[in-house]
């Protein structure tokens, strides 16, 4: 079954027009009849006896975990296994489309209309549900770049399996988190480069308090709200493996730094609600 799915990358071409609803044509198609006990079996064999593709997410928690399956520079074909019921509000850099294998969920997509622009990268909106209805296994959805398709996908059902195939390296459309309080902030992939400043911080943290501070400050200096802000919900979900002292080092610098910003503010308050 897993040669099955990869082999829904034949003729695919990511810079047709019609690669989009391509996607689509071909996740309809597939039919998986295996229980969910024999495609994890399966998928357990394959991922110790095969040799995997560059993996699209790692340290990203967009899936619990994901696996990426095809990747040929231009698109990858990804499973996504869902424990938790809710993901965040929000639109895409890239397009393609998904399939429900397993569970169930049910899909929200929003109207977005801008209210007040902070940043680049951090505005205040309306946010208003325009339509709902539940993904039951075999409904597939297209996936659009860019605002005109923003969504919510609350799995019912844990586990939730999807699978996804879309482009990659898309950096002219940005992707966004829109929280339920109207705050969109732009999603940002880290970079190697940003683990490894964040890593080398830790240690400089075991070494000296001030210096390990000066070098963090460093850091949020150079980089976008944006960039920091995707940084800080890494290192807060532990997802980055750093120590306690070091997140809450981290914490306490991002709160004082930002502390007197109206939409972090409003950041602080989606996070509590």
């Known amino acids: 079954m897993i040669q099955e799915i990869i082999e829904l990358a034949q003729g695919l071409d990511s810079k047709s027009p019609s690669f989009q609803s391509d996607c689509f044509s071909r996740l309809k198609t597939l039919n998986i009849d295996l229980s969910l006990e024999e495609f994890n079996s399966e998928l357990a064999h394959w991922l110790t006896t095969s040799s995997l593709p560059t993996q699209l997410n790692v340290y990203n928690n967009f899936g619990q975990p994901p696996v990426t399956l095809f990747h040929n520079e231009s698109f990858v074909i990804d499973l996504y296994f869902w424990l938790y019921s809710d993901t965040s509000i929000h639109t895409h ?25 902070y940043t680049n990268d ?22 659009t770049r860019g605002d005109q398709f923003c969504h919510r996908v609350l799995h019912l059902d844990s586990p939730t399996i999807t699978l996804c195939i879309r482009t990659i390296n898309d950096k002219h459309i940005p992707q966004r988190h829109q929280f339920e309080n ?11 480069t940003i683990y490894k400043q964040i890593f080398f911080y830790e240690y400089l943290l075991s070494q ?66």
Request: proline share 1%; hydrophobic share 40%.
């Open 208 to 273: 000296s308090q001030k210096m390990a501070k000066t070098f963090l400050n460093g850091i949020i200096e150079k980089s976008s709200p944006s960039l920091i802000m995707n940084l800080f919900e890494a290192v807060l979900s532990g997802s980055l493996g750093l120590a306690d002292e070091s997140i809450e080092v981290f914490h306490h610098t991002i709160i004082k730094k930002f502390q007197k910003e109206e939409w972090f503010t409003y950041y602080l308050e989606a996070c509590e609600a």
């Open 93 to 117: 850099s890239f397009t393609g489309a998904f399939k429900v294998l397993y569970g169930q969920s049910q899909q929200d997509i929003y109207q977005i209309i801008e209210k007040k622009k």
């Open 122 to 143: 951090i505005s205040l909106n309306d946010i208003n549900i325009i339509d709902s209805k539940i993904l039951i296994k075999g409904e597939c959805q297209e996936i």
């Open 182 to 192: 109207g705050l969109s902030i732009l999603k940002v992939e880290l970079e190697e």
